[in-house]
């Protein structure tokens, strides 16, 4: 595997990982976008796999989801 594989696995495996922490909050992609004063699309590109996230983003998202970072990365 390339490393270019492997970052896009990673950010595949992550946003798999916000989507699902999302949904058992029972958040709407929109909502988490709110929450994480973000626009709609780029929140949907992070669970998609398609964004390369900032810390200071991961920080937003784990704050409306009232999670850790080492919660986020239980994967």
């Known amino acids: 595997m390339t490393s270019q594989q492997a970052k896009k696995l990673l950010l595949k495996k992550l946003g798999k990982r916000i989507r699902d922490l999302r949904k058992r909050k029972k958040f709407s992609q929109y909502i988490m976008a709110k929450k994480c004063d973000m626009d709609y699309g780029s929140y949907s590109n992070i ?9 200071f983003t991961l920080q937003r998202i784990t704050k409306a989801l009232k999670i850790s970072f080492s919660e986020l990365f239980n994967f």
């Open 47 to 55: 669970e998609n796999g398609k964004r390369n996230v900032t810390v």
